[in-house]
């Protein structure tokens, strides 16, 4: 009798871990991956320079939207020529936000300082923005135009210097 009951049980709990299983694979399949084209989703975050942050905070100018960690060396590569280009657009309604998914506060804020980086700065690391987006592969970018649209997807570093990459934002001011 109590191996009825034992055996009963078992096959209960084998039928909600497969339910939940198979919940899992259903929900990792169906994650929103944004892609041009696509409304980028809302998120509020506070910058390091401890104002909170919207996509709409930045009253009609085109968002360039970086995610981003110290520990990946195609994001350390591709940050000088980040600030870099947030410094040639700055005055020509293009704002850069890097959001670091570093969980390390010290490591983030010593490559900061190291670093000078002058764009917007702020830190998830909770990696809730990111994964609004779809994005778990480093450095990752989204440019967003002024009615929320993503108008180009990076995924890789970029060499923001470049003519081409230059000529090509400014045609979307």
């Known amino acids: 009798m109590a191996s009825s009951k034992t055996d009963r049980a078992l096959r209960i709990l084998i039928g909600i871990l497969m339910g939940a299983f198979v919940y899992i694979l259903y929900a990792s399949m169906h994650e929103r991956v944004i892609g041009v084209g696509d409304t980028a989703p809302d998120f509020t975050i506070t910058a390091d ?3 909170p942050i919207s996509p ?3 009253g009609g100018k085109l968002l360039v939207l970086n995610f981003w960690a110290t520990w990946c ?3 350390v590569q591709e940050t000088p020529s980040l600030d870099q280009f947030q410094r040639s657009l700055a005055g020509s309604g293009v704002v850069v936000l890097g959001v670091s998914v570093d969980k390390d506060e ?4 010593a490559f900061l300082d190291r670093n000078r980086v002058s764009f917007l700065t702020a830190r998830d690391p909770e990696n ?3 994964a ?10 989204y440019i967003i135009n002024d009615k929320g649209k993503v108008v180009q997807k990076i995924i890789g570093p970029e060499n923001w210097t470049d003519g081409r990459m230059l000529d090509y934002v ?3 001011l």
């Open 106 to 109: 010290k490591a983030y804020r």
């Open 49 to 51: 320079n401890g104002r």
């Open 56 to 58: 709409t905070s930045f």
């Open 132 to 141: 609004d987006f779809g994005t778990f592969k480093y450095p990752e970018t």
């Open 73 to 75: 060396p195609p994001c």
């Open 170 to 172: 400014k045609s979307l």
């Open 128 to 130: 809730k923005i990111n």
